[in-house]
C-alpha cells in the first residue's frame, strides 16, 4: 500500500485498510454549529466532537472506501467524553 498527500497536505493511506480497494473517497465538508448526533441512547447537537473520528468543529471528514463501506482510520475508538457526560447525566 502506498501513500498519498491529501488536500490538507496530511498523509493518508491510498489503499482501504480492510479491503486494499483503491477506491477510498476522502470526504470534507464546512458545516457550522447546527450539526446533530445520536450515539447509543443520547443525542447531541452543536459542534462536531474531535473525539468521534470524523472531524471536529464545523468540519466533518473522513475517508471510506467506496467497495466495502469501510470508514478508514484507527477503531475501536475509546469512550468518547459525549458518552462519559452522558453516563453521568442518567447517573444523576
Known sequence: MGQVINF???TKMDNCQRCGSKRVLGYSAKADDRQSWILGE???EGYLPGDFNIGAGDYIEFDFCMDCGQIQGQFP????EFEETNKEKAAE
Open 8 to 10: 490538507k497536505g496530511e
Open 42 to 44: 443520547a443525542d447531541g
Open 77 to 80: 475508538l475509546p469512550e468518547t
